[in-house]
């Protein structure tokens, strides 16, 4: 079995705190004793679990990723039905409230992240130990990593610094502005990166650049071009990273990891996971919702059929770009070659995003649909350089090197230079804008990208300016805070 960072062994909630022991290979087991503030964190192996305990919710960022493509005009809700997982049809046709089952599931998952990754934090003064540095670095890394999916969807959210929020803080702590949000998670990024290794010290967890290209796409996201620009620099000039040449090999199981990942969220197949506890999955629930309906057929399993690419974002390909074939599953095309048969779901288009849908053997252990161990590739090569371009383009810094990172992508795409792009000024603009839609399709990336270049109104259907930039704070949060926080606007 794998010795990476992935496996549950040590559970923190935001209250109560519950370890578990743990083999070297980051097995599952039961419960042995509760831990405290005050019995804790007075060893090595403490701060470690602790910080295994903070990797563990990116495996819950899932819906993140699946919801960040229904949003936008790239793919379409799917599912069984128009009431198939109710708030994930609501977010597709923009008509969302501020009560939605998984709304509430990703600030209640990733708020767990930050203060797990808090609670690491405000006791690193206590033990000192080798290796100490880089484990606070990884908790800091990991705490503005679920910041920023909260400011991304929520805008202004509370902020405690190193400590952990608990019971009736809600009442007490104002949600802070955006600009604040930003500015915790750039100071925590900015104290991790001098302490990070350039090299991980497992897979999975976080190295130096990891922590500076998340670190540029939040300087990107305020349209702060100069340090963006910069920042990503320093990433490409570490040489660390490259383009995998076959663009195919990246999302399959044997490309995990490689050198074109900075970051990637790791999934395992093992069990435990159930439709009353999502979040208890070790697997990329994501992949089994995104499968395809009662499919019987080689290489690929059964799903849910959520999150179907739209024809218009399959029309958005090139010819002759490598990349349509990785990304796009065209089933009728698939079935009549392969002697497959499948099932139609709500809203079928005939695709399924094939980067993360489940393959044959992947998941031994358990429910397929729920234990899929395909890594999520939270940040590849091929994104620094495409936010490198955009930052030297929309920043005015340096054209040149903007249409040479561009094209370094669409090379690749392409397997030939006949296709790079010579333009300047906004219509290089578009075309970096254009390359980011079919280089990370299927990769949750783009309403974020529609709206911090203004382009949501224009492109999705039923968007509402100045409202559906963000999504609403779920209900109770509103309720519990009682009168401390107000809804965002249009909700």
Not at 320 to 334: C, E, H, N, S, Y
Request: net charge negative; proline share 2%; hydrophobic share 40%.
């Amino acid at each position: 079995m794998k010795n990476y960072i992935i496996k549950t062994c040590f559970t923190i909630v935001l209250l109560l705190t519950i370890s578990t022991s743990c083999s070297d290979n980051f097995v599952d087991r039961e419960p042995v004793y509760l831990i405290t503030s005050e019995n804790y964190f007075n060893s090595k192996a403490d701060y470690y679990n602790a910080l295994v305990a903070a990797y563990d919710m990116l495996q819950s960022s899932y819906i993140n990723v699946m919801m960040g493509e229904i949003a936008s005009d790239n793919t379409l809700s799917g599912g069984e039905s128009a009431t198939d997982v109710i708030g994930i049809q609501q977010i597709d046709e923009m008509t969302h409230s501020e009560v939605n089952s998984n709304l509430r599931d990703l600030w209640n998952w990733m708020f767990a992240g930050v203060n797990r990754a808090s609670y690491i934090l405000e006791f690193k003064d206590r033990t000192d130990f080798d290796g100490k540095a880089q484990i606070i670095a990884e908790a800091r890394f990991l705490k503005a990593y679920y910041e920023f999916e909260l400011v991304k969807w929520f805008g202004g959210i509370p902020l405690k610094g190193d400590a952990r929020f608990k019971l009736n803080d809600e009442k007490a702590i104002p949600r802070s502005s955006v600009a604040e949000v930003y500015a915790s998670i750039e100071a925590e990024l900015l104290a991790a990166i001098p302490d990070l290794a350039v090299n991980a010290p497992q897979v999975g967890r976080v190295s130096k650049g990891a922590a500076q290209a998340l670190l540029g796409k939040v300087y990107l996201y305020q349209d702060k071009f100069v340090n963006a620009a910069n920042v990503f620099e320093d990433v490409i000039n570490s040489n660390k990273y490259s383009l995998v040449a076959n663009y195919d090999t990246i999302f399959e199981k044997a490309g995990e990891n490689g050198t074109e990942s900075l970051f990637e969220v790791q999934y395992t197949d093992a069990e435990g996971a159930s439709f009353g506890c999502l979040q208890c999955s070790e697997g990329n629930v994501a992949v089994g919702f995104n499968g395809i309906r009662n499919y019987s057929g080689p290489t690929f399993d059964s799903g849910y059929s959520f999150n179907v690419p739209t024809q218009e974002v399959v029309d958005k390909f090139e010819v002759g770009d490598k990349r349509k074939a990785v990304a796009i599953l065209d089933i009728v095309t698939w079935a009549a070659v392969n002697n497959a048969t499948y099932g139609v779901g709500y809203k079928h288009t005939g695709y399924f995003n094939r980067k993360y849908i489940a393959r044959k053997g992947d998941a031994n252990i358990g429910d397929q649909n729920l234990t899929n161990p395909n890594n999520y590739r939270s940040i590849r090569y091929a994104d620094v350089l495409l936010m490198a371009a955009e930052a030297n383009n929309r920043g005015g810094i340096d054209d040149t090197k903007a249409k040479n990172y561009l094209n370094a992508v669409r090379t690749r795409a392409f397997g030939d230079n006949f296709h790079n792009i010579t333009a300047s000024g906004a219509a290089l603009t578009d075309f970096i804008l254009a390359e980011r839609r079919v280089e990370l399709v299927g990769e949750g990336h783009r309403f974020f990208d529609l709206v911090r270049t203004g382009k949501a109104a224009a492109e999705i259907d039923g968007f509402t300016p100045n409202k559906n930039e963000l999504f609403p704070v779920p209900y109770e949060e509103i309720q519990f805070s009682n009168g401390n926080w107000q809804q965002n606007t249009g909700y």
